[in-house]
């Protein structure tokens, strides 16, 4: 019977780590239903592409997942350079959808590895 609690235990933990590790949202998802996903806080990864400019503690940059196109704004100033992989962290805003378009912007709160 010993072994039952620590098989309880580590089943325990799995779950927990599982729901620590939170995957990453195709931009496409976020774009097809912006209101879905407003004000949450998503993940997202892929390379910085059209743009990225940053000065005086504020910044913004375009991420290209292969399934579509965001705009982050950062308060870092430092944006990475265009072509480079990023993996995002941050509170996903709809602006506007209109017929087939949606316009949204990722508020960046934190960077990881892809």
Do not use: H, N, W
């Not at 729901?19 to 496409?28: E, F, K, L, S």
């Not at 912006?34 to 059209?50: H, I, L, N, T």
């Amino acid at each position: 019977m010993p072994a039952r609690p620590a098989a309880t235990v580590v089943f325990a933990s799995a779950l927990f780590l599982l729901a620590a590790c939170r995957g990453t949202v195709p931009i496409r998802d976020l774009l097809d239903d912006p209101g879905r996903y407003d004000g949450e806080r998503v993940r997202v990864e892929g390379r910085v592409s059209g743009f990225s400019f940053g000065a005086l503690g504020r910044g913004a940059f375009q991420v290209d997942d292969g399934t579509g196109k965001l705009p982050v704004v950062s308060e870092r100033g430092a944006t990475p350079r265009e072509g480079a992989r990023v993996g995002i962290e941050g509170i996903f805003r709809s602006v506007f959808t209109f017929g087939d378009r949606s316009g949204a912007v990722l508020l960046e709160r934190d960077r990881f590895d892809p």
